[in-house]
């Protein structure tokens, strides 16, 4: 039977939130955010490895105190300017411990709110599917564009729009095959899914929820907070 491994690329320095310190270091709810991240693939039964991917000269994570999350984490010295790169760098490191179509679920590190249902779901919605697939929420907002200016030059149909989030989850061969090749061929892919398309790949989109957010700007790391703490008091 394929195994589950897991993938966080936190080796950015979270620029657009303009904080002094990479934003996955933040506190949220008593911790950094990125210990939150981390904790809900550690906690998958699912999940045998979690692999977080830091840039090199990261001279934050010692600082913390990480060893109740387990001995499923491993922490990799290798990541690279772009997100494709650190992910290559994760699943480079765990070659030695996935086979070729053993599951790769690759998560943002600053998307703190993942639920255990919400894990549970992509793997049963993804399935046995070999183009994997990734959580996504149907655009509920009217889309509009913009030009230089800030003034509004279209209205876009919304229609079969959906916005991705993480984890997305492929087989490990096929997701490192393409996101070589998208590399290689200069495609700007931001996310997997978008190499496993680039190379012919139909992901599945499995029907997430908004509280699954992406910490990007400093109000989010409020809403972050008020989630998890909603959750606790369940």
């Not at 990125?34 to 045998?48: K, M, N, P």
């Not at 300017?81 to 070729?100: E, F, H, K, P």
């Not at 029907?207 to 989630?227: G, H, M, Q, S």
Request: glycine share 8%.
């Amino acid at each position: 039977m394929s195994r589950y491994f897991a993938i966080v690329p936190a080796a950015g320095s979270g620029s657009r939130f303009g904080a002094e310190q990479p934003k996955q270091y933040l506190p949220l709810a008593g911790r950094p955010l990125i210990y939150h991240t981390l904790l809900a693939l550690c906690r998958s039964s699912h999940i045998e490895r979690v692999f977080v991917v830091l840039a090199p000269d990261d001279m934050h994570w010692r600082h913390h105190d990480w060893r109740d999350l387990g001995p499923k984490l491993e922490t990799v010295y290798n990541g690279g300017a772009t997100r494709a790169d650190s992910v290559i760098a994760g699943l480079q490191a765990a070659a030695t411990a996935a086979a070729d179509d053993d599951w790769v679920l690759v998560h943002d590190a600053a998307r703190p709110c993942l639920s255990q249902p919400m894990l549970d779901a992509l793997v049963a919605g993804v399935g046995a599917d070999g183009d994997g697939g990734l959580l996504a929420v149907p655009v509920a907002d009217t889309l509009k564009r913009a030009a230089a200016d800030d003034r509004v030059i279209a209205t876009e149909p919304r229609d079969g729009l959906w916005q991705a989030q993480t984890p997305q989850m492929f087989h490990y061969t096929p997701l490192l095959t393409a996101l070589l090749a998208a590399r290689d061929a200069g495609h700007g892919v931001t996310d997997e899914a978008g190499a496993i398309e680039a190379a012919g790949g139909r992901p599945k989109l499995v029907r997430c929820d908004p509280t699954n957010l992406k910490v990007t700007f400093p109000a989010d790391l409020a809403l972050a907070e008020l989630i998890l703490f909603a959750r606790r008091e369940r």
